[in-house]
Each structure stands twice: as C-alpha cells, then as structure tokens.
C-alpha cells in the first residue's frame, strides 16, 4: 500500500507537502479485542526480554534466562563425566524437584526488574489513556501484562527442565526408555512452574500497579519476597507456639516452595515450612490463594486506575 | 460525506438527555444534542464539561443517565466495537518517552483492530501526512511539543477513524505550531474525510477549523449551530467618512433610513439598520450628493466572542436547542 512512499528522498518543508502522496483510506479488516489483547501480550513479552530493545535493557533478562539453563548445563556434564569425578552413584545429583529452589531467585530478579518497566512508564506517562481508547477494555490490559510476564517467567523456569530431560534422554543407551521415564515428571514440572510464574508475576505486577516510581517498585517487590522470610524465621525460632507455625503463610517464597514440593511428591527443603511441619497441600492452597489473588488485585487496579 | 459506519446510517452522534455526575460535581446536566458528519468546535469554558462528554463518547465513563449513540454504538456497553472507528487525542501529553514514534503509531494502529502488516504501512503513511520524516525513528523523548503533537495526532487517525475525537490538541503550542496543527486538522477533516469533534476553549481555533458549533456550559448545552450562524452578516451597514458625518447622519434620515445608536459623535462613522432592504444606492448618492470623502462602506459580522458571549449572559434562557 506504501509503495512509492520510500522512495521519496528527504527535503526540506516542516509542512512535508512534497512527501504529500494523498490520503489513503483503509478498507481492510478490523480485528477486535482478542487481536489487541494479543498484540499488547507479544508487545509485553518482548519488552520483558528486551527484544527489539537497546542492548542495556537485554542484559538482565539474559542473565536470568542464561545461569539457570547453565546450571542445568553443568548437571547434565556431571551426569554424563560423573564417573571420572568420582560421583559414582547420579541420583545424588539434583534433579527436577530440586530446579525449582535453584532457579527460583532468578524469577524474582526478573519481575522486580521488568514488572515495574511494564506497568509503570505507561502510568507515569499518562500512555493509559491512548491505550483505553483503543479496541480493548481496561481488564485486557492488565491481563495481557500479567499474561505476558507471567510466559517469561515460565520460560525461564522451564529451560532447565528441558536440558535435564534431553540430556537425560540423550544419556541413556535405551531413549524410549528414557523419555518414558522423563515424560513422568513432566505433570509435576508443568503445574509447578505454571502456578509459581503466575503467583509470581501477580505478586510483582500488583506491587508495580501500585508504586508507579521504577526503582520504588523494584525494591519493594525484593522486599516482598525477602522480607517476610526473615520475620517468619525469626518467629519460627521464637517458638511461640501451635499456632505461630501459620506464619510461614505469609511469606510467598516458602509457600511456593511447598507447592512445588507437594507437586512432586518430595520433602519441602530444610526451611521454614520444615520447621512450621504443615502439611504440603496447605502450601499448594496458599499459592493458589496467591496467584489468584493478585490477578484479582490487578484486574481491580486496572479497572479504577486514572487514565 | 462519510458513512457513519459499516453497520449502522444513524446519526453520528446522539444524545438524550445525558446527565453525569461525579462526587460533589455535576459534569453534565441532560445534555441532549445531535453531531452530524462534519468538523464541529465544542466550546466551553474550562470546566463546562467537553473532556467528560468526550470521554463518554468513547465509551471510556459510563452516564449517569441518559442516552448516547455514537455511529449507532452505545458507547458505555459497545466500547470495543466503536472504537475501532474512532480516534482519540487526549489533552495531556500522552507519549511514551522511550520508544520511537513509528513503533509507537504502529502499535496503536494494531491495538485499534489493524491486521500488523496494515498497522505498519498506515504507520508510514500517517507520520508523513502529519509532517514527520526521518525523526519518526527516533526515540519520542527528544521531540519538540509540536512533534510529539504530531504524533498524538498520527496515533489518532492510524486505523483510519470515522470519528476523531481531540481534546485541545493545541495545548502548549506556540502560535506557528498552532496553526500548522491547526491547519493538519482542517486537512483531516476535508481532505481525509474524517469526521472530527474537537473540544477547545479557545474560540479562535473554533472559527478557523470548524464548520459547526456546539457551545457547552456548566455541563448544559448554550447552542448547537452550524458556524455560518455565528458569523452571519448582521442587519447593520457602517459608513465611515473623512469628515462630515452629522450631516451624512441627517441627509441618510431625510431619506429614510433608520440609524442606530452608537452611531457617536467622536467617531466618524454612521450605523444603518439594513431591515431588510438595501440601501446601497441611496448611501452613495447621499455621500455625493453632500460632496462628502468616503472612506469605506462594509456590512457587519458577527464575531464568534460577541455571540458567545452574549449567549453566556443569556444562557437560562438559551438552554434549549435551536
């Protein structure tokens, strides 16, 4: 529809009448919501890893993409050499279960980081109000944010599940053998990851809807996921009684990591939740309570924010 | 002339007796009007209601009561739908500083309904119709007010509306940048055929752009009046002469004519209520008759600040539609 517009090399004239090839109307197709909502999820996402973005604001998303799918990288190399190390025995390296606590540190890096770079320019900016105008409802808007970092933290959370699943496949002499018995796991690493990304990417999103200052923001959601593990331990070693132990609720980094251990079948690490001794279907309920929630607290944000 | 929409050859705009309040504050009191295609001034003080009447228009606050059709759209429970045949200019800045004006507009044009591909060929088309070269591809944080106006503007009219809404779009321009804005809109509205509701205190920008009016107060309607009403020729002829005037003034009442007051004798000019008639003719031959030096003969217009204003000072009883 533009051909020839290009070709037109610059001039002068701030009034750009010799660019002036007429206005063109437009007869084509007009998508609707579920296009827009699309549109601001990919916009999101890409913006999350920094995609078509200065190389400055890659650096970050990189590092958290790269040192989990690295430590993978080194299990699957001491599963494959293990023998020349001495390790005779690989179950005691880690596995699936133990990606989540490993991992989970570069997720919250993550949305401190890009939840605030998500919500708040557009705020701050007063952009909302081009965006409200437009084929979408205010609720699009903050489901396709919550969408989207949500997806980046799943991915980040499952690239070192796929590289022990294919170095695992790759390792073993009988491959069909080995997929079945990865293909095991996968239920478990699927449900953990998903609910961790959403209750995670929630929690950030919410406290960047609120705090509109980038680097306010940031800090806050590292103290959100920082803080409370340390009043809960405190509290833990107090030994207040029964009823303290329910304190290791309020801190979404142990409630998270019960879910995922309740996922697969294992022992909640030495923690808080170990010490509190609750059982794990508690922390799946708390974590459910917690991605739910703050999806509802965005919506809600969203649907009242000023624009 | 424009189809309103696809779907629906109802009015532009309707609407009955649409009252909204805020907390403590009636923005809009059953305000009942009717927008036909066109470039229509809404004019108002600050405060009389334009923004929130824009807004609900959009579909972007719900009335209180009442009832509102945009393009046959209820714009409250339609939103989406209708928006993808209305452009919007809000009256604040409203631009992301960190990305360029061409990702910008693109994105816009998508989130409007526009398949990617025509999203990025409008996005072309349309920063250069509103004047942006090569800055299109930088950041929009080192653009001037009158670029970054551009392109609000651009981000507007990407999806190619029926409707263009702008909320003050000449906000913090200085007076070239007012008019070339001013001159991009009158351009949008004739040439592109877009149909264009703008809101502005300011009457001088009406009375350049716009061909209808549509005057709002205290969140009431003043008048709804196609333009040429507002600056009508006035019954009133004003003859203005070297010297001599008494005697002009009296050889013109041999000859019966009625003069009107005002017509002073510090001035050297005489007032001629017209009545209806003509009488051209009978002032020149007066003046030569009398030997007198004239200087010129003109009929009156209205300005659009003597209306309004004198429609502000009746405005209880002007409250209903013309």
Redesign the interface.
Same mark, same amino acid.
């Given at each position: 529809m533009t051909a020839g517009g290009d070709r037109v090399t610059a001039g002068p004239g701030p009034t750009g009448s010799i660019y002036d090839i007429g206005y063109r109307g437009y007869d084509g197709p007009r998508l609707g919501r579920r296009h827009a909502f699309v549109t601001l999820f990919v916009q999101a996402l890409r913006a999350t890893f920094g995609v078509g973005r200065s190389g400055r604001a890659k650096v970050l998303p990189a590092f958290c993409l790269a040192l989990p799918a690295l430590t993978a990288l080194v299990i699957v190399a001491f599963s494959a050499f293990g023998s020349r190390f001495g390790i005779s025995d690989l179950r005691v390296l880690p596995g699936h279960p133990d990606m989540a606590g490993a991992v989970g540190v570069f997720a919250t890096l993550l949305v401190a980081v890009q939840a605030p770079e998500l919500l708040g320019r557009d705020v701050r900016y007063r952009v909302l109000s081009l965006y409200f105008s437009r084929a979408l409802l205010r609720i699009d808007y903050a489901l396709a944010k919550l969408a989207a970092l949500s997806a980046a933290v799943l991915i980040i959370l499952l690239v070192p599940h796929v590289i022990l699943t294919v170095g695992a496949v790759l390792l073993t002499p009988d491959v069909l053998g080995g997929l079945g018995r990865e293909a095991r796991w996968w239920p478990a690493i699927l449900g953990s990851t998903i609910l961790t990304a959403i209750a995670t990417a929630g929690v950030a999103l919410v406290i960047a809807a609120f705090i509109s200052r980038r680097a306010y923001a940031t800090v806050a959601i590292f103290g959100v996921f920082i803080v409370p593990a340390i009043i809960v331990g405190v509290i833990l070693a107090l030994q207040l009684g029964e009823a303290s132990r329910y304190v290791v609720l309020l801190d979404p980094g142990t409630v998270l990591d019960a879910a995922n251990a309740w996922f697969f079948g294992v022992a909640p690490g030495p923690g808080a939740w170990s010490i509190a001794d609750l059982p794990l279907s508690l922390g799946l309920a708390a974590s459910i309570v917690i991605a739910v929630g703050a999806s509802a607290i965005l919506v809600q944000r969203y649907r009242t924010i000023a624009a | 002339m424009l189809e309103p929409s696809p779907e629906n050859p109802a009015p532009l705009i309707h609407v009955e007796a649409l009252t909204k309040r805020f907390p403590g504050v009636v923005a809009l009191d059953a305000l009942s009007l009717d927008i036909a295609p066109g470039i229509v001034g809404l004019v108002g003080a600050n405060g009389a209601g334009k923004s929130t009447l824009l807004k609900i228009l959009?579909g972007?606050l719900a009335p209180t009561s009442g009832l509102v059709q945009v393009m046959g759209y209820v714009p409250w429970t339609q939103?989406?739908?209708l928006?993808?045949?209305?452009g919007?200019m809000?009256e604040?800045?409203?631009?992301?500083?960190?990305i360029s004006a061409t990702?910008f507009v693109a994105?816009?044009g998508?989130?409007?309904?526009?398949?990617?591909k025509?999203a990025r !060929?409008?996005t072309?088309?349309v920063l250069?119709?509103?004047?942006?070269? !090569?800055e299109r591809y930088r950041p929009i944080g080192g653009y001037s007010t009158g670029m970054r106006q551009r392109v609000q503007l651009a981000?507007a009219i990407v999806?190619?509306p029926r409707l263009l809404l702008l909320d003050e779009p000449t906000n913090g321009l200085d007076p070239a940048g007012r008019d !070339?804005m001013l001159g991009l809109i009158r351009r949008t509205g004739t040439?592109?055929?877009i149909a264009i509701v703008l809101a502005s205190h300011l009457l001088g920008e009406i009375e350049a752009v716009c061909d209808h009016l549509v005057a709002i107060d205290g969140g009431r309607l003043l008048r709804a009046a196609p333009m040429a009403e507002f600056t009508a020729e006035t019954g009133i002829l004003t003859v203005e002469v070297e010297e001599g005037r008494d005697l002009l003034a009296a050889g013109l009442v041999a000859r019966g004519l009625r003069l009107l007051d005002g017509s002073s004798a510090h001035d050297r000019t005489v007032r001629i209520a017209l009545d209806g008639g003509a009488p051209f003719d009978i002032v020149r031959d007066t003046v030569a008759d009398l030997g007198l030096p004239l200087i010129r003969m003109e009929r009156g217009r209205h300005s659009l600040e003597d209306l309004f204003r004198d429609d502000l000072s009746a405005a209880p009883a002007a409250g209903e539609r013309p």
């Open positions: - | 959009l972007l939103g989406t739908l928006r993808r045949y209305v919007y809000p604040h800045p409203a631009l992301p500083p960190d990702e994105n816009a998508q989130l409007s309904g526009l398949p990617a025509a !060929e409008r072309a088309d250069r119709h509103v004047g942006l070269a !090569e981000q999806h190619d !070339e040439e592109f055929g």
